[in-house]
């Protein structure tokens, strides 16, 4: 049973936020509540991927107008790594590669840095181990990636399955995944999804950005919303994608326009 | 005094170096370049090519091996085919708080054609270090060098590697400390199918003057050669690096990559990166190139993203900047112990 009085996990209000003085986000309203699974759609450029830098906390996106509460804190004035301790996680449109660092002193200081944020020791190394093996087997990743440069040289695929093993390895109460699904063959669409349903609890939330009503089909989520031109005009439920796949997302904007 | 003679850089190689005036304004010679009677005077590579052919030419003999070489020169280490040797200009007084140290490591799991060298130099006034290496066939080399100048006093490095006929060289370098540090690598690979194999890294800070000179010949058929090389740059210090790949007409089927790359860590912080290439044959390949840049402002916002503190993640993205240009097959052998400084000074430096 939910119970009555319950605080969302995330809540926009009101967002207007861009790069420099130009607004991409234009008045934005989401609340997120714990357990929920949220999908946003929406064309290319409406601002989907700006909606997540500026909830990670990227330093070039500028918030204009409007707050942010995660958990019942202000998430605006928190540093990106502090968002990440709290329990925020982006899973990147397009992950970054960092030669010379190896995955594996990588995921290391991430898990033992988000453990030090919520006042757990670190993991040992054994502990570890058996943890990122279980992971890496789960999305069918090969514990090779472990000794290489993180993102380095990695595929397009293995780049956004790496985003996923990384959100598994540091346990988020709020996953965003910007287009985790683009660029996946079919077998691992399978296996990232497989991977988001195992995680689905009454304590988490996921916000999915997708291009894909299929992706929808699988996730079954409880909201579905387009954005257009960097506002979330509609919100519904599994019924949207389907309208949407149905009849574009110029009828939405003519809608839009005559509401 | 011998065949091995000091000049000051001419005009024509002046773009080794970068103007000292801001640092020892006393010093500061005409065209910016360092000249002064007291100072250390940088080995023209000129003349270090000389001497080398020198050198060369009456290796076959080993009598005469040594007594080309200046009579002020002691030899401090022959093993098993690496042969080095230190040199005191007659002009340069050794006494005071000088110290030279050379450590000599032998791989424990060592095969009997693996050596390692660990040079260091540790000087607390004006001075010249010169070090020749001769590289035997066939021998494999495995060398260390991390060049350290301590106190605010000018120090030249010379370090001249000949590899003969399928001979395997491969020097690690880091040169880090306070002051003006010059540094000039001569690789000559002499010997058909030789090769080498040069990591450096130009550690800078506060008003340090780094000048890394790099000079690679290859000299005959088949020889290979392969320069990686990292600077950082904090505060006010000046670094310059000039790499040069020379491929001789006698010197077919070589092939020759120079990758230089520089970190500005501070505004003030100046990096001159010079590649230069040299050929005189067909067939051959080559490739150089220099980029210079800042943090990566994305990288460091995706470490955050990981919860990794600001200044962890800083840390994380120059070592790797640095760690890139040694092989991961690397960790945890000789390179280790240059990496450890690496991530000590970059902790420090971060701090
Ligand atoms: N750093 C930036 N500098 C300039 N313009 C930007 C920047 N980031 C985003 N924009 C602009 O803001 C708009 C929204 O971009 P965003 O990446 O949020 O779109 P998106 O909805 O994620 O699109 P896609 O589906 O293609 O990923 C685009 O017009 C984009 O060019
Ligand atoms: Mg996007």
């Known amino acids: 049973m939910i119970p009555i009085e319950q605080k969302p996990l995330l809540e926009i209000r009101n967002l207007t936020a861009g790069v420099e003085s130009k607004p991409i986000l234009r008045g934005l309203n989401l609340t997120i509540y714990a357990g929920e699974t949220h999908v946003v759609m929406g064309q290319n450029g409406s601002g989907k991927s700006t909606l997540s830098y500026v909830l990670a906390g990227k330093p070039d996106y500028v918030v204009m107008e409007g707050e942010i509460w995660f958990k019942g804190k202000n998430l605006l004035e928190m540093s990106p790594e502090a968002r990440a301790g709290e329990g925020l996680f982006l899973a990147f449109q397009y992950p970054i590669e960092i030669p010379g660092l190896s995955m594996g002193t990588f995921l290391k200081t991430a898990v033992n840095e988000v453990r030090a944020y919520r006042g757990l020791p670190s993991l040992d190394a054994r502990t570890f181990l058996a943890l990122q093996r279980e992971k890496l087997a789960e999305l069918g990743l090969s514990s090779d990636i472990m000794g290489r440069s993180v993102n380095e040289g990695f595929s397009g695929g293995e780049k956004k399955k790496n985003e996923i093993l990384q959100m598994a390895m540091l346990d988020p109460d709020l996953a965003i995944l910007d287009e985790t699904d683009s660029g996946l063959d079919l077998d691992a669409i399978k296996q990232v999804t497989a991977g988001i349903l195992k995680m689905k609890n009454s304590q988490r939330a996921f916000l999915i950005i997708t291009h894909y009503p299929q992706i929808v089909e699988y996730l079954q989520p409880d909201k579905v919303h387009i954005m257009i031109n960097g506002r979330i005009e509609y919100s519904g439920g599994i019924e949207l994608a389907a309208l949407l796949e149905k009849e574009g997302y110029e009828y939405f904007k003519l809608q839009s326009y005559q509401n | ?351």
Not at chain 2, 42 to 62: F, G, M, N, Q, Y
Not at chain 2, 105 to 126: A, D, G, I, W, Y
Not at chain 2, 162 to 167: A, T
């Open chain 2, 1 to 351: 005094m011998s065949s091995i003679q000091i000049s000051s850089p001419s005009v024509k190689e002046s773009y080794k170096y970068t103007s000292i005036s801001r640092l020892w304004p006393g010093l500061g010679g005409q065209n910016g370049t360092a000249h002064h009677s007291e100072s250390p005077i940088a080995l023209s590579l000129t003349h270090l090519a000389r001497a080398v052919s020198e050198i060369l030419k009456h290796l076959s003999d080993p009598l005469l091996q040594f007594s080309l070489l200046p009579h002020n020169i002691s030899k401090i280490q022959s093993i098993g085919g690496l042969d080095a040797f230190q040199n005191f200009p007659e002009h340069l007084s050794l006494e005071g708080p000088q110290q030279i140290y050379h450590y000599q490591l032998l791989s424990t799991q060592s095969h009997s054609n693996f050596f390692n060298l660990l040079v260091r130099s540790t000087l607390s006034q004006p001075a010249i270090v010169n070090l020749y290496a001769v590289i035997d066939p066939g021998k494999n080399v495995e060398i260390q060098l991390d060049c350290v100048s301590q106190q605010a006093f000018p120090l030249t490095v010379n370090v001249v590697f000949v590899v003969l006929e399928g001979g395997h060289l491969h020097v690690n370098q880091v040169l880090r400390g306070c002051g003006l540090m010059r540094c000039n690598i001569f690789v000559i690979l002499h010997g058909e199918g030789s090769q080498s194999h040069f990591n450096g890294v130009v550690l800078s800070g506060q008003e340090t003057h780094h000048d890394l000179a790099l000079e690679v010949r290859h000299l005959a058929r088949e020889t290979r050669s392969l320069q990686k090389v990292r600077i950082l740059g904090w505060d006010a210090s000046v670094s310059a690096f000039g790499g040069k790949i020379f491929v001789a007409p006698q010197a077919p089927l070589s092939e020759a990559y120079l990758e230089a790359r520089s970190l500005a860590l501070s505004e003030e912080s100046f990096i001159y990166g010079r590649p230069f290439l040299e050929i005189y044959t067909d067939n051959v390949r080559c490739s150089h190139g220099y980029t210079t840049g800042s943090l990566d402002e994305n990288a460091l916002h995706y470490l955050r993203c990981r919860a990794i503190p600001e200044q962890i993640a800083r840390q994380l993205l120059i070592q790797a900047f640095v760690k890139d240009i040694f092989p991961s097959s690397a960790v945890n052998t000789y390179p280790q112990y240059l990496i450890s400084i690496l991530e000590n000074h970059i902790c420090n430096a971060v701090a």
